[in-house]
């Protein structure tokens, strides 16, 4: 059974710190991605990652693949109120383009004080 | 249109009553999800329709039916639930031998009474 283990689980910082979150696993991933949720809302799609060691940004956010395609990292900077959610990793098994079916990591409750 | 609409946004059913969710999308994705999700946690899997055939059956007890009508509809009928299948269920589609993302719905907030 493939897992993405998800950490930290909850995160409640003060506005303007930074913080990252990490999502691992000893599986290899065709694609990686990283979704954002509210309450009472679906995820809403923030990056996806394909190629081992790739970086994407997306404003404060910053997105990385690890060269095996086993792990992931998201960084926030200068995280504001307006960061906080429910953020997800979810991994595309090797061989599941034909099923379209995503491992999701844990989540990340995270939460940004003023 | 990006856009997966779901329908009711909020839902309250007996255990007796039948009721069905409603998922739409107009963006040509070949493939569609329905996800059950409780509070903090992620999204659990429980169908998928590749091509409007049920491709993935997560191991679904039988008082939860999809259907897929067409390539832009998806139901969930219900019928029979248990209290503790109140969560939220998400709607979800991608394009076809394309994992680089789903779009999801805004999810129907079901409470079972």
């Known amino acids: 059974t493939q897992l993405l283990e998800q950490s930290p689980q909850f995160l409640s910082i003060q506005e303007g710190e930074n913080l990252t979150v990490y999502c691992n696993s000893s599986s290899v991933f065709s694609s990686l991605q990283w979704y954002r949720q509210e309450p009472g809302e679906g995820p809403v799609l923030l990056v996806t990652?394909?190629?081992?060691?790739e970086v994407k940004k997306l404003k404060r956010l910053t997105f990385q693949f690890g060269d095996a395609r086993k792990d992931s990292s998201l960084h926030i900077t200068a995280a504001q109120p307006g960061d906080t959610g429910l953020y997800l990793c979810a991994g595309a098994p090797v061989g599941s383009s034909n099923t379209g079916k995503l491992i999701f990591g844990q989540g990340t409750t995270l939460q940004v004080k003023p | 249109d990006t856009e997966v609409t779901q329908t009711p946004k909020h839902l309250v059913m007996g255990m007796t009553n039948k009721k069905s969710l409603k998922c739409e999308q107009h963006m040509g994705h070949r493939a569609m999800y329905w996800y059950k999700q409780k509070a903090k946690k992620p999204p659990e899997l429980m169908f998928v329709?590749?091509?409007?055939?049920?491709?993935i059956n997560e191991s679904v007890p039988s008082r939860f039916s999809p259907e897929c009508p067409n390539s832009s509809l998806l139901n969930l009928h219900l019928h029979a639930l248990q209290p503790e299948d109140s969560a939220l269920y998400l709607c979800?589609?991608?394009?076809?031998?394309?994992?680089?993302?789903?779009?999801f719905g805004s999810g129907t907030r079901l409470t079972v009474v």
């Open positions: 990652v394909v190629t081992g060691g």
């Open positions: 979800a589609s991608s394009p076809y031998k394309d994992n680089y993302g789903y779009t």
């Open positions: 329709y590749s091509y409007e055939k049920l491709s």
